[in-house]
């Protein structure tokens, strides 16, 4: 059976001080503890890997550079780019704080949080939500496409877009939001994709499971 194993980048600063970070801003990765990405490559490295795919911005790459760097079982597969993995646009709302948003436009904010698409969003050049998850899940139909019958691939991408992107592929709309350097296995049949594993995030150390949706 093929499996993308799909992960989501690390912190950035942008995360900890919940600034709304899409394909138009790429705040610098958190890279002073390597033991996060140290977890992630002990877990990862239990597998073999026929291929490894990145969203071309800067986080995303890092981390799985990062992690990659790490594998001492297996032979860590060459990184290719993908520009399908990158993550949702949030248009004018790049950068901006969520606890400002909330505070100026609450209704329009949780039609973000909730992605209902509106003229409202598209007027500020929030990418179309429908249309982001099916570029993933075209990416994704791309790499699969790739694997031979049994093979696994990496990829690194955006808690937003992985986690609609998911739902596309898989028809389970209830997936929640994506914890930092979390792993999600989609599995491939004949019939269409499931869900084999979703958010693990069990082999690193310091977790906070109560801090919200931080795929915003």
């Not at 800067?58 to 990062?66: K, S």
């Not at 248009?91 to 909330?102: F, K, P, S, Y």
Request: charged share 15%; aromatic share 8%.
């Amino acid at each position: 059976m093929r499996r993308l194993f799909i992960i989501r980048h690390g912190k950035t600063q942008w995360n900890l001080a919940h600034r709304l970070q899409g394909a138009g801003a790429d705040s610098p990765l958190l890279t002073n503890d390597p033991q996060p990405f140290q977890q992630l490559a002990g877990y990862l490295d239990q597998y073999a890997f026929a291929a490894a795919y990145t969203s071309p911005l800067t986080r995303a790459y890092d981390t799985a550079t990062l992690t990659l760097g790490y594998f001492t079982r297996h032979p860590a597969p060459a990184l290719q780019v993908h520009s399908g993995l990158r993550e949702l646009s949030f248009g004018q709302w790049e950068g901006r704080a969520r606890a400002e948003l909330i505070a100026q436009t609450p209704e329009l904010f949780g039609q973000l949080s909730r992605r209902e698409y509106s003229p409202a969003l598209a007027e500020l050049g929030v990418e179309d939500f429908t249309a982001g998850r099916r570029r993933f899940a075209a990416a994704c139909g791309d790499i699969l496409a790739t694997l031979g019958p049994d093979e696994n691939a990496l990829v690194f991408s955006h808690g937003g877009i992985s986690q609609l992107g998911m739902r596309e592929l898989t028809g389970c709309e209830g997936l929640l939001g994506l914890k930092n350097l979390s792993t999600s296995i989609i599995a491939a049949t004949p019939h269409g994709c499931g869900v084999d594993a979703y958010n693990q995030t069990a082999y690193l150390t310091n977790v906070d499971l109560n801090e919200g949706n931080v795929s915003i």
